[in-house]
């Protein structure tokens, strides 16, 4: 069975930043990039937001500068899917979809985690072209122009908040005939004048010839008043949750109840001797680029010192 001192699982700022840093620590890392190489920041266009990119770059572009360099300090970065793992014996064991097996003393999970969609052709359509899941990645784009948050919880809230300093105007589609967030959230939106919530409202889909220029919405879906009607608007953001990737690591690793992988503390230290966790998998509060390469980088420092004991 191949060996390695370090196994890296996922890529992305956080999988690809352990790599670079394993790689430099001499552990001679080995890393299954997974289902989407380079991660969830791939979905979207241009990331303007990440240190050392004054003009911004395109984020496909900047995964393969990350991938270069880790792999520039002898990472062994594969195109492969890690299908199974085993925490009962040391040296752990991982198994990929091509039936291959290997063995590590340390592993660093960077599986991150997918935002959840309302399940429209045309959030496909329009990824990257006014479809986004992240306001603070794409909210700069759209300066003055008019958006629609969907969602009624504290991240559909704070994304609203967050756009109104930059649109003109925020529309909440909101399905429910309330919010679900937090009494100050919900005050804080009710007495922005540049938000306008609407309650009972689905998307049916988006229109537009060269992007999103509105959204085809119906008020009280399924009853005898339900209207249907067109909104126009510049950008539509999916504020109603994401899904950790985490469903191979059930029961074999502690996690929350929405299954976000248990860190110690401020560590990127699992509950597992020798098993890291980088990026969004652990990480359900802020979701940035910055913060997953902040924590590939811890949980490659945490490696190395285990490795080292």
Request: hydrophobic residues 35%.
């Amino acid at each position: 069975m191949e060996h390695t001192k370090c196994l890296i699982i996922g890529s992305g700022p956080a999988g690809y930043t352990a790599a670079l840093y394993a790689g430099r620590a001499n552990l001679q890392p080995i890393e299954y990039c997974g289902l989407q190489t380079g991660g969830q920041l791939t979905q979207t266009t241009i990331v303007e937001n990440f240190p050392g990119y004054p003009d911004g770059i395109d984020a496909n572009e900047m995964m393969l500068e990350f991938r270069r360099q880790a792999e520039r300090f002898g990472a062994d970065v594969r195109d492969g899917i890690v299908t199974d793992v085993d925490f009962s014996r040391k040296p752990y064991v991982v198994t990929t979809d091509r039936g291959e097996q290997v063995s590590a003393d340390s592993i660093i999970i960077a599986t991150g985690a997918s935002a959840k969609y309302l399940g429209l052709p045309d959030e496909e359509k329009y990824n990257g072209q006014g479809v986004s899941a992240c306001a603070t990645c794409d909210g700069f784009f759209y300066r003055k122009k008019v958006v629609a948050v969907v969602g009624g919880g504290d991240t559909a809230c704070e994304e609203a908040i967050y756009l109104s300093g930059l649109c003109s105007k925020v529309y909440m589609i909101v399905r429910k005939p309330y919010l679900r967030a937090s009494e100050i959230m919900q005050q804080r939106v009710q007495e922005n004048p540049k938000i306008e919530i609407l309650f009972e409202t689905n998307t049916l889909g988006l229109y537009g010839e060269n992007g999103v220029e509105g959204a085809h919405l119906v008020y009280r879906k399924g009853e005898s008043d339900a209207k249907e009607y067109d909104l126009p608007i510049d950008g539509f953001f999916l504020a109603i949750g994401h899904t950790p990737n985490t469903g191979i690591f059930r029961g074999k690793i502690d996690m929350d109840e929405v299954g976000y992988i248990k860190v110690e503390g401020d560590t990127p230290r699992t509950n597992i001797e020798g098993v890291f966790a980088a990026g969004d998998c652990a990480d359900a509060t802020y979701r940035q680029a910055v913060v997953a390469a902040g924590s590939g980088c811890k949980a490659a420092l945490e490696a190395e010192r285990y490795v080292n004991r």
